[in-house]
């Protein structure tokens, strides 16, 4: 398995631009993470998925982020205006429920919004 | 509120000699720990976990200790090799709601030859 695939590795953008950051997880694997690593606060959960469901989305910021996962094998977070206190990096996370408490990373994107 | 604090930003240790790495938490419901190693440009990896019903867990150079009553938990590597440069982060989750980790902000390990 090619693990965690995230698109595109780097992104920059205006201030006001949407921004949108994809995620493959591996395949078999039915829960799915969003993060946003800074400097300040490390590794923050932003939302996660259960079966394309979502579960707990309290680590969203803003309205400004929405997250979507339509099937098992993709996942959206949408940045809608983006803004320069977004820049970080943000990784895509996958579980494999009822395995180990294990979670497999992505290689990440990172966003510059100027 | 930062429920999981790794006080130390970075940590510089000669080769050969021990890394000791500190995690605090403030969640008295947290009760399943991890540990992940983070190069650049790739993105974190499991290294080691410990429950709470343990205070020691070991694996070849690496071993977590966890002491409840002081909500604190430590990596210990030894020896330690070039090849353990990288940043760590400490994790925690209550089994009720085991896929939720609260990370701390990491700790940027050297080693030194």
């Known amino acids: 398995d090619a693990g965690v695939i995230q698109s595109p590795r780097h992104e920059v953008t205006e201030m006001g631009q949407e921004v949108t950051l994809r995620c493959k997880p591996i395949s078999g694997h039915n829960s799915l993470f969003w993060y946003r690593q800074t400097m300040m606060r490390g590794l923050e959960l932003l939302i996660y998925f259960n079966n394309n469901v979502p579960i707990d989305d309290s680590g969203m910021p803003e309205d400004r982020f929405s997250a979507k996962m339509p099937n098992a094998s993709f996942s959206t977070l949408k940045i809608q205006p983006s803004e320069p206190r977004d820049s970080a990096v943000y990784f895509c996370a996958t579980l494999e429920t009822g395995g180990t408490d294990e979670q497999y990373f992505g290689p990440g994107t990172r966003l510059t919004v100027t | 509120d930062q429920q999981v604090k790794q006080n130390s930003p970075s940590l510089s240790v000669q080769e050969g000699r021990i890394s000791i790495l500190n995690c605090d938490y403030t969640n008295s419901m947290f009760d399943y720990f991890l540990w992940y190693k983070k190069y650049p440009a790739e993105g974190p990896t499991f290294l080691i976990s410990?429950?709470?019903?343990?205070d020691k867990n070991e694996d070849g150079r690496f071993t977590v200790f966890l002491n409840k009553s002081a909500k604190h938990l430590s990596l210990h590597i030894v020896p330690s090799q070039p090849g353990d440069s990288a940043v760590y982060f400490c994790?925690?989750?209550?089994?009720?709601?085991?896929?939720?980790?609260?990370f701390g902000q990491g700790t940027r390990l050297t080693i030194n030859p």
């Open positions: 410990i429950s709470s019903i343990k």
């Open positions: 994790a925690a989750s209550a089994l009720s709601g085991a896929q939720k980790l609260v």
